[in-house]
């Protein structure tokens, strides 16, 4: 299901080919700009943020496996469907494993795109989400290791208590209540590392998705 604001550039050579696909698009719901070269496309990319690229392969001057290779390193997070007038097997893996996100051989019915256009638009969504959910849990994983560190602390002072008490080096009475406290410490920051382990689980794509 096409999502509100998604935005797509065609870059095609052929003029009448860019308006047909712009149209169709836009009929499904989404923002069309295009482009009728490899340069043109790079200036609107320059002050433009685009969801997807629509590339045609063949265009003189620079071509769209040249253009591509540019596109998959400075906008990774942006999906890229190759057109090409030639079903060409080796053409089509070579684009993919240079970044595209899918090829498609002309001529190309509107609805065909349109089911291609979401499912690369959806698998680039979940490759964001997987992102964006991995540099959370570095951060949680920061913040658990400063935790722990806090509470080798704790255990450090409550080893030297226990050390003293067995050396009658304090009153008995004294270190009792020193041992007393450092326990309740401990168990006050066991709980609040076990709440904050939950909440690690609970961010967990699959649980999110079950719940």
Do not use: W
Request: hydrophobic fraction near 40%; aromatic fraction near 4%.
């Amino acid at each position: 299901m096409t999502q509100v604001n998604q935005r797509i550039l065609i870059v095609d050579d052929e003029a009448p080919l860019r308006d047909i696909f712009a149209k169709g698009l836009s009929r499904n719901g989404y923002q069309c700009d295009t482009a009728g070269s490899a340069d043109e496309a790079n200036t609107l990319l320059r002050v433009e943020e685009f969801d997807l690229v629509l590339l045609d392969i063949s265009m003189p001057g620079k071509t769209g496996l040249s253009l591509l290779a540019t596109l998959a390193k400075s906008f990774p997070d942006m999906a890229i469907i190759m057109v090409s007038g030639n079903n060409d097997l080796e053409t089509a893996t070579f684009a993919m494993r240079q970044g595209a996100d899918d090829y498609l051989a002309k001529p190309v019915p509107i609805s065909l795109l349109v089911y291609r256009i979401e499912k690369a638009l959806l698998r680039r969504a979940l490759v964001l989400e997987n992102k964006a959910y991995r540099e959370h849990l570095e951060h949680l994983v920061t913040e658990l290791n400063l935790r722990l560190e806090q509470n080798r602390g704790v255990l450090t002072s409550l080893n030297s208590l226990v050390q003293s008490l067995m050396a009658r080096e304090q009153e008995t009475p004294q270190a009792v209540a020193g041992l007393q406290r450092a326990v309740s410490d401990i168990d006050s920051g066991l709980d609040s590392l076990a709440e904050f382990a939950k909440g690690i689980i609970s961010d967990a794509p699959d649980s999110r998705r079950q719940g």
